[in-house]
């Protein structure tokens, strides 16, 4: 039967993923507010996804969006027979520094973080501890099928991603036509099919 963890983004509602078609597997959309205690950073949440994988019924696939999906990269450099698929949406396997992002998260009123996966001070405290974090050397131990998801239409995602599934044994790249950086239905479309 197996198990799909879904590892959201932290700037994007959680809720795009509650009713995603998953076959005949479990569908688990991970609670980081569950998982660890807040505030928290990069390493302890890494830690404690990887203990959710080992916990979880096998097989387990991974999706994970956006911040979500470097989250999803590093558990899988680490868990070697483990894990059935990796799914990975606007994936990056090197993070940025983020000054740009936390400009603007700062500016944000903390009723804007209600629909996503964490409140406005943990966000922040993540973003801040994942900065500067490269998996480049890692990836030549992520030894499942990798499925690479980017909009036609993200200029920003576009380059990490084609560079990933290059990089990757397994890595297997789709272009989602009228996607831009968040979710669409066709994204959930192709993620769906990939799973039936």
Same mark, same amino acid.
Not at 22 to 45: A, M, N, S
Not at 48 to 75: D, E, K, N, S, Y
Not at 87 to 92: F, G, I, S, Y
Not at 115 to 141: E, I
């Given at each position: 039967?197996?198990?799909?963890?879904?590892?959201?983004?932290?700037?994007?509602?959680?809720?795009?993923?509650?009713?995603?078609?998953?076959?005949?597997?479990?569908?688990?959309?991970?609670?980081?507010?569950? /998982?660890?205690?807040?505030? +928290?950073?990069?390493?302890?949440? #890494? !830690? $404690?996804?990887?203990? =959710?994988?080992?916990?979880?019924?096998?097989?387990?696939?991974l999706l994970g969006h956006g911040f979500g999906a470097f989250l999803a990269l590093a558990v899988a450099t680490t868990q070697f027979g483990r894990l059935d698929r990796l799914l990975?949406?606007?994936?990056?396997?090197?993070?940025?520094?983020?000054?740009?992002?936390?400009?603007?998260?700062?500016?944000?009123?903390?009723?804007?973080?209600?629909?996503?996966? /964490?409140?406005?001070?943990? +966000?922040?405290?993540?973003?801040? #501890? !994942? $900065?500067?974090?490269? =998996?480049?050397?890692?990836?030549?131990?992520?030894?499942?099928?990798?499925?690479?998801?980017?909009?036609?239409?993200?200029?920003?995602?576009?380059?990490?991603?084609?560079?990933?599934?290059?990089?990757?044994?397994?890595?297997?790249?789709?272009?989602?036509?009228?996607?831009?950086?968040?979710?669409?239905?066709?994204?959930?479309?192709?993620?769906?099919?990939?799973?039936?």
């Amino acid at each position: 039967m197996g198990t799909v963890l879904i590892f959201p983004d932290l700037a994007s509602p959680v809720a795009v993923w509650d009713d995603l078609a998953v076959g005949h597997r479990q569908r688990q959309v991970v609670d980081y507010r569950q /998982l660890v205690e807040e505030p +928290t950073d990069f390493d302890q949440l #890494t !830690a $404690a996804a990887i203990a =959710l994988v080992r916990a979880t019924p096998q097989p387990v696939t991974l999706l994970g969006h956006g911040f979500g999906a470097f989250l999803a990269l590093a558990v899988a450099t680490t868990q070697f027979g483990r894990l059935d698929r990796l799914l990975l949406v606007t994936p990056a396997y090197q993070l940025p520094s983020f000054r740009g992002r936390l400009a603007n998260l700062h500016l944000k009123r903390q009723g804007a973080f209600a629909s996503t996966a /964490l409140g406005k001070k943990a +966000t922040l405290q993540l973003y801040q #501890t !994942a $900065a500067n974090r490269d =998996l480049t050397n890692q990836l030549m131990h992520v030894q499942c099928r990798v499925e690479i998801y980017c909009g036609e239409q993200d200029r920003a995602h576009r380059g990490p991603a084609e560079d990933l599934y290059r990089r990757l044994l397994e890595g297997h790249l789709t272009m989602v036509p009228q996607m831009g950086t968040q979710v669409t239905a066709g994204t959930r479309a192709a993620i769906a099919e990939s799973l039936r």
